[in-house]
């Protein structure tokens, strides 16, 4: 799983300008910060290089000859850098149904964890043994936002650990969304015994799970 890098306050401060702007020059950033266009250009290759922002070439604004204006415009990886409630509105929504109809959350849980179960079995068809279907299980909760990894205990168990909870929020709301995590680790391996070892919810520092072959 890839992680966003540090930003330092300087080049956080360029980041939040293209943000407002949309897309802007070296010398625009320079006046609306009151930087030097040299250390303007310096973050901006470096951001570049981080791949947070992109840049291209668009005509001059009087049509006349001469080279090219370059721009500079924020990509989707910098998307994170900025605030984001989905966790207030996954809750929010939840609690919507819920008022509408006591039951219809667990059946979103349920749908949810079905849809996984499809997609991982899926991806699990062609991975022959236990130990390769838990490796390419922690790699799909890895792309998932769990910051899985895994590891062999002895030749026949595994423990898969999720150092992330990527729906901590709403799991702590909604108890079905733990039980429909480790239904689905049951489901798409059902070789094997799945028994949670511990519990971030539970004020453990991470989740994990213990799978032996039965």
Request: net charge negative; glycine share 6%.
């Amino acid at each position: 799983m890839q992680l966003t890098p540090s930003i330092s306050e300087s080049r956080r401060s360029v980041i939040d300008a293209l943000k407002q702007r949309g897309e802007a020059g070296v010398d625009e950033l320079a006046e609306d910060l009151s930087m030097t266009v040299a250390g303007v250009r310096q973050h901006l290759d470096t951001l570049a290089e981080e791949g947070l922002v992109e840049s291209h070439d668009v005509p001059r604004a009087d049509g006349g000859p001469g080279r090219p204006k370059r721009v500079y415009a924020l990509t989707a990886r910098s998307e994170p850098l900025f605030p984001k409630a989905y966790d207030e509105l996954a809750n929010e929504l939840l609690r919507h149904a819920a008022d509408e109809d006591a039951t219809l959350v667990e059946r979103i849980f349920v749908r949810r964890r079905d849809c996984r179960i499809d997609n991982a079995r899926a991806r699990l068809a062609t991975k022959r043994s236990l130990r390769a279907k838990v490796a390419e299980l922690a790699t799909i909760l890895d792309e998932d936002g769990y910051l899985a990894d895994w590891e062999e205990i002895r030749p026949g168990q595994y423990r898969i650990v999720e150092h992330n909870c990527a729906i901590l929020a709403v799991a702590g709301r909604h108890p079905t969304a733990c039980r429909s995590e480790i239904e689905f680790l049951q489901a798409v391996l059902p070789e094997a015994t799945v028994e949670r070892v511990s519990h971030i919810v539970a004020g453990a520092h991470q989740c994990a799970y213990v799978v032996t072959r039965r």
